[in-house]
């Protein structure tokens, strides 16, 4: 019976609460919605990376040879492995970049995978989707290829459609290919193409017809071992005892690698989305504050009618928990939505493949998660109304702060925060140290915050506004506009924003009386309850702060990485051929229209042995050693460094000189053309494995690719070099180059500056002079980094926005409680003559002022963030848009307006006779 009444009165209290009820449930549910969408999208994105790994990795062991690929007799040991039973498959691939246009940009190539039909895959094949019975080894031969739906889904084909795919180089062609193919069959977007965008299926056998008398260097080799770990462990050790030149990975390491990064992006997301609960919180503790004000009456009469403060208690918190249940159902519900709408955007801006996750206990997690922070947050509220004593409301006198609540507020308060970070920490999969840190960080550095923003409230809420002018106030005036006249030297932005200030404080003075009766009542209004006025202004702050901060940053980082291209990148269009084909462009370069300025490379790749002697097999695996990880980057750019080379026609007069600086030893010249000596980049001797081995006079035993020959060099100079000059590689005569080409037949690399109106006339006049040239048309690569930029800003801002909802849902409770305490204020008001369009205009001037000012505080706060950033992380300056600056300060002052119009347009047309009936 007694528990039927409390819920009854409980349930009957939120429906007559009306607007206020609605407010707070709001407030959860946007909390709960964050945590709840951002946990839905983190696990789609864990599943992505980490449910079908041995189909990503591409078997057991993936093993890697991008500095000097697998030939024919590499493959050998793996067949030898097979035979002995250690492996139970493998299969070589080729992976190259292709495009469907030969003037395609680069935001346009999508992956072209070379494969064996007859061994790929050495795991379950992906989902075939047309035809469904279909499978590699019958669709991929001749002209047929095998496409991702991310194929057609970005370039519009279907099956049976054929096309032409311009291949870019690699090191079995030395040139660019071009294949006409028909679509054979679609898979879905699993395994190996999960994350690698759109992508391609076509037959080695098909591939080689590109350059027949050159044999097939494979890039990558998948292994089976039957989901044997222990073996797949002893045969990645096989392999790189074997092969120190290639980087292995087991499936479980892929999968390690996989948690880790999915791990940092779901703490990421779940303390977002605790940020934006945290501010929902500060919003449930104000919107308790008016539903118990509202009833003081009724609690004084609870209380003499022989309830208990533990009856008081249980009943609020009925009421709290259901406000929490209904908000949390709300905000679980909306949240599904919303993960699958970011979903969507994921898969579409980052083309990557996740499935749909509906976690049943995330979506109940949501609405405990609501109930909990209704309980947590509400407690405060709720035992001060307990706490409510009888006479003071018959009576209608204050309630006054006694020693005793001032001590009751600062329990509560610090039981709140112990709550609140014990539900952090389960949030963050009891992560203890990660959950301390970001509640009590998050607390700490709003509560300095709050200083400035006391100080700035104290200071509002003091400003004078005079009869008439008067020489103190216009010394003010003075003071302000020469200080904000400094300011804008240093912070043009914010400086102009305070002069615009002083300006409108000059012009006060000059307005009719009722209009500065209605600005001084705004201004004192803001002192009046300075600890909701700051908490308002926090709220506030962080969305703003948040948004602020990814929309300039990300401008930034787009300008200056815009300028970077348009300082280096001097050329539009890159053209890879071989020495036959270069030698036929090189008599015909006049006949190619648009073509204003070139620069010429000509390179090869080959494998390192030794250094002085020592094989540079047992430096790599003494720096491997010390670092735990065989496949560290230092150990693979000391092999790009040792196993590249760039050639120059020395005999003819050709030396390294343009963008090449020679920091000791000494330059090539003529007399080198028919030596073995090289140039060696400065950036290598700094690599750990590397250091105190390397010196002038060191001498390098190289193999060429196809392992026909070895030759050895000696390091005369050191080099430094800027641009595009040098690839980085070691510089060294022609002649040695072609002779570590396979076929003798080096890569020649062009970097061409074309007029962008004749680039197709151009590129069609190369082909038909060399033929099958490879093309990479950078003329929109700015346009590129800038639509990637743009996603992740997107991305961010959708994530910040909800912290910035919350806020204003913060502005919505704090309106609605200054109203209910006014009420009497405003009913003497009316009755002097007041309308309500001067009191709501009071309203709104002393909301816009409280959110314009603290915009305007986050926004400074931002400026001094990029100085920072700019200084010690990406060291170049970091500018401020005014645009956005401007844009959000008085977004934030027009938001609030809005929103402070919305709730009191009612309680300003209250009547005086309802207010001051009894007065």
Not at 883 to 889: E, G, K, Q
């Amino acid at each position: 019976m007694k528990a039927s009444l409390y819920f009854k009165y409980a349930w009957r209290s939120l429906l007559r609460g009306g607007q206020r009820s609605v407010l707070a449930i709001l407030c959860i549910a946007v909390g709960v919605l964050a945590i709840v969408s951002l946990e839905l999208v983190g696990q789609m994105i864990n599943l992505a990376f980490t449910s079908n790994v041995r189909e990503a990795n591409g078997g057991d062991v993936a093993v890697a040879a991008y500095v000097h690929p697998f030939n024919n007799t590499d493959l050998a040991f793996f067949e030898r492995l097979k035979e002995q039973g250690e492996i139970s498959a493998y299969t070589p691939v080729i992976t190259a970049r292709a495009s469907t246009r030969l003037s395609a940009s680069i935001g346009e190539a999508f992956s072209l995978i070379v494969i064996d039909p007859q061994t790929f895959p050495v795991v379950p094949s992906p989902t075939f989707l047309q035809p469904t019975d279909g499978s590699f080894a019958r669709l991929v031969q001749g002209q047929q290829v095998v496409v991702t739906k991310n194929f057609l889904d970005q370039y519009h084909y279907k099956v049976g459609d054929s096309l032409t795919i311009y291949v870019s180089p690699d090191s079995s062609t030395g040139t660019g290919s071009i294949f006409h193919v028909t679509i054979a069959g679609v898979i879905a977007d699993e395994g190996l193409a999960a994350t690698a965008g759109s992508t391609m299926y076509l037959s080695a056998a098909t591939y080689q017809t590109a350059a027949p008398d050159q044999p097939l260097l494979y890039d990558s080799i998948y292994i089976s071992t039957n989901n044997d770990q222990a073996r797949a462990d002893q045969v990645a050790k096989a392999v790189q005892n074997q092969f120190y030149y290639a980087s292995t990975q087991t499936a479980t390491d892929a999968l390690k690698a996989d948690e880790q990064q999915v791990d940092y992006i779901r703490k990421f997301l779940e303390i977002a989305g605790l940020l934006a609960l945290l501010i929902g919180g500060v919003g449930i503790v104000h919107t308790m504050q008016v539903l118990l004000l509202r009833r003081r009456t009724e609690i004084a009469m609870l209380k003499t009618t022989g309830y208990r403060r533990r009856d008081l208690y249980l009943l609020f918190g009925l009421e709290a928990g259901l406000l929490g249940l209904v908000g949390g159902v709300i905000g679980s519900a909306i949240g599904l939505g919303v993960s699958l709408l970011a979903r969507g955007l994921i898969m579409h801006l980052f083309m990557l493949n996740l499935p749909v996750s509906f976690d049943p206990l995330i979506l109940v997690g949501g609405v405990l998660i609501g109930l909990g922070t209704a309980l947590i947050f509400g407690l405060m509220p709720i035992v001060q109304a307990a706490n409510i004593r009888p006479l003071s409301v018959i009576r209608d006198l204050p309630e006054g702060f006694r020693p005793g609540s001032y001590a009751l507020t600062a329990g509560l308060l610090l039981l709140l925060s112990l709550l609140f970070c014990g539900m952090a920490i389960v949030v963050l999969n009891n992560n203890v140290g990660l959950g301390i840190g970001v509640v009590y960080g998050t607390f700490i550095f709003l509560g300095l915050l709050s200083l400035f923003f006391v100080l700035a409230v104290i200071v509002i809420s003091l400003l004078p506004v005079p009869e008439r002018l008067n020489i103190g106030f216009l010394a003010l005036i003075v003071v302000a506009l020469v200080i904000a006249g400094l300011i804008t030297l240093v912070l043009p932005v914010f400086g102009s924003l305070l002069l615009l200030a002083a300006v409108a404080g000059l012009v006060v003075v000059f307005l009719p009386a009722t209009w500065k009766a209605n600005i001084k009542m705004a201004l004192r209004n803001i002192g009046r309850q300075r600890a909701r006025t700051t908490t308002t202004m926090l709220a506030l702050f962080v969305g703003i702060f948040t948004v602020g901060l990814i929309l300039i940053l990300g401008q930034d980082l787009r300008d200056a990485i815009n300028s970077s291209l348009a300082r280096i990148v001097s050329f539009n269009v890159i053209v890879t051929a071989n020495d036959r084909q270069a030698q036929q462009l090189e008599a015909q370069w006049s006949s190619v229209p648009g073509v204003q300025n070139r620069q010429h490379l000509i390179i090869t790749s080959c494998l390192p042995l030794t250094i002085d002697g020592v094989p540079l097999q047992t430096l790599l695996r003494q720096n491997a050693t010390a670092s735990s990880n065989p496949n560290n980057f230092e150990n693979q750019a000391a092999l790009f460094y040792l196993g590249s080379l760039q050639g120059y026609d020395l005999a003819h007069g050709q030396v390294p000189s343009q963008e090449v600086t020679v920091v000791q030893g000494r330059n090539l010249s003529a007399a080198d053309a028919a030596s073995d000596n090289v140039l060696l980049p400065q950036a290598a001797l700094q690599l750990a494995p590397l250091k105190n081995h390397l010196h002038l006079g060191s001498k390098l035993t190289l193999v060429s690719q196809d392992g026909k020959l070895v030759r050895t060099v000696t390091v005369v100079g050191i080099y430094r070099s800027q641009g595009f000059a040098s690839s980085g590689a070691m510089l060294a005569s022609l002649d040695l180059v072609r002779a570590l080409s396979p076929g003798g037949q080096a890569t020649n690399i062009y970097y061409l500056k074309i007029d962008p109106a004749q680039l197709g006339k151009a590129l069609d006049r190369m082909q038909a002079i060399a033929g099958a040239i490879s093309v990479t048309n950078l003329a929109n690569l700015g346009d590129y980094v800038n639509q990637f930029l743009s996603y992740i800003i997107l991305t961010l801002s959708a994530i910040a926005s909800l912290s910035l909802f919350a806020g204003i849902v913060i502005i919505a409770n704090a309106v609605g409680l200054a109203m209910l305490e006014r009420r009497r204020e405003l009913g003497i008001l009316k009755a002097v003559g007041y309308t309500s369009r001067s009191i709501l205009g009071e309203v709104l001037l002393e909301n816009g002022t409280v959110a314009g000012v603290g915009a305007f505080l986050a926004m400074l706060l931002v400026s001094l963030a990029l100085s920072l950033l700019g200084h010690f992380v990406f060291n170049f300056n970091l500018g401020t848009s005014e645009i956005i600056v401007l844009a959000l300060i008085v977004g934030a002052a027009v938001l609030s307006m809005a929103v402070a119009a919305l709730v009191a347009w009612g309680a300003v047309r209250v009547r005086p006779l309802e207010v001051l009936r009894y007065e």
